[in-house]
């Protein structure tokens, strides 16, 4: 048995679907099982982390999210059978990184719990998600113009679901305890031309119009925390027309290469219609 955190989120469900497909018992954990619309040989529970035995009875391994890792939380996973966590960390870790940003420290936080736990681990430090394009949805829905900061900031977005193939991969294989993977996508794509691949795949044309981070707030950034956005929009500027980090991590591991943005805008052309 493998439980999965946050199996609702865009790498936990897909996640999920791969375990099932391949045949693993899965128990899925969310806020709100009667929505979660999980598909019916998972086992969903109500993530409720005071009620550790119907978290973590009978299961082995655990894919955490680092928002919902605590110390009693392994603490129990190990007393009730875990033995292998995965942590879907960020690639924000690294050397030389800047311990203050509250990334860093989120993850950072979260990955010296599961050390100092007594489980082992394996880390997935991804990078740009292609996912965060969906922050642009609400405009390309309502027109041919997107507004954003920093139209030449550059990412290699990765593909939630080659996430989640790396996952699947370190899950059911042996030989990755004690390691960290740093994934990313397979090329270079600046924001403008993620707009530009999503107005591909939706067959209409679609404008980037940079606009100033200096005013950009919640209508740009609806789901940052305001306490958080100034350094966010701080690391955004420092990917203007610098190269991104690429790495093969995710053809190594699972045998097929990352998928390029213009894939991702493909398979959620969808996510962008009216």
């Given at each position: ?10 790498v936990g469900?897909?996640?999920v ?15 709100d ?9 998972a086992?969903v529970?109500?993530?409720r982390?005071?009620?550790p035995?119907a ?7 655990l894919?955490?999210?680092a ?13 009730h059978?875990v ?7 960020s ?7 800047d ?9 950072a936080a ?9 489980l ?5 430090r ?7 394009a969906?922050q ?9 113009t997107?507004?954003?900061?920093f ?6 977005p990765?593909?939630?679901d080659?996430?989640?193939?790396v996952a699947?991969?370190?899950?059911l ?6 390691a960290?993977?740093r994934?990313t ?8 031309g993620?707009?530009?691949a ?9 404008t ?5 981070p ?18 966010l ?5 420092e ?13 190594q ?8 943005f ?8 969808g996510?962008?219609?009216a």
């Amino acid at each position: 048995m493998i439980v999965v955190t946050g199996a609702t989120g865009n790498v936990g469900r897909a996640l999920v679907d791969r375990l099932l497909a391949a045949g693993q018992p899965v128990r899925a954990l969310t806020r709100d099982p009667e929505r979660a619309e999980l598909p019916a040989p998972a086992e969903v529970v109500a993530f409720r982390p005071d009620e550790p035995a119907a978290l973590f009875t009978g299961a082995t391994k655990l894919f955490l999210y680092a928002q919902a890792g605590t110390a009693p939380l392994l603490a129990a996973a190990r007393a009730h059978g875990v033995r292998h966590v995965v942590l879907l960390s960020s690639g924000v870790i690294q050397e030389g990184a800047d311990e203050t940003h509250p990334i860093h420290v989120m993850h950072a936080a979260a990955e010296r719990l599961i050390q100092d736990s007594g489980l082992a681990w394996t880390f997935l430090r991804p990078n740009a998600f292609a996912t965060n394009a969906l922050q642009w949805a609400p405009q390309i829905r309502a027109g041919d113009t997107v507004r954003g900061v920093f139209a030449d900031g550059l990412s290699a977005p990765i593909h939630e679901d080659d996430i989640a193939a790396v996952a699947e991969r370190v899950l059911l294989d042996d030989g990755h305890e004690g390691a960290a993977y740093r994934l990313t996508g397979p090329a270079a794509t600046s924001n403008a031309g993620q707009v530009e691949a999503i107005g591909t795949a939706l067959g209409r044309k679609l404008t980037f119009v940079e606009t100033d981070p200096a005013g950009a707030g919640p209508e740009l950034f609806p789901h940052v925390p305001p306490q958080m956005l100034e350094r966010l929009l701080r690391t955004f500027a420092e990917t203007v027309g610098v190269p991104p980090e690429i790495t093969g991590t995710v053809e190594q591991l699972t045998g097929t290469p990352a998928r390029p943005f213009d894939e991702w805008a493909r398979d959620h052309a969808g996510d962008f219609r009216a």
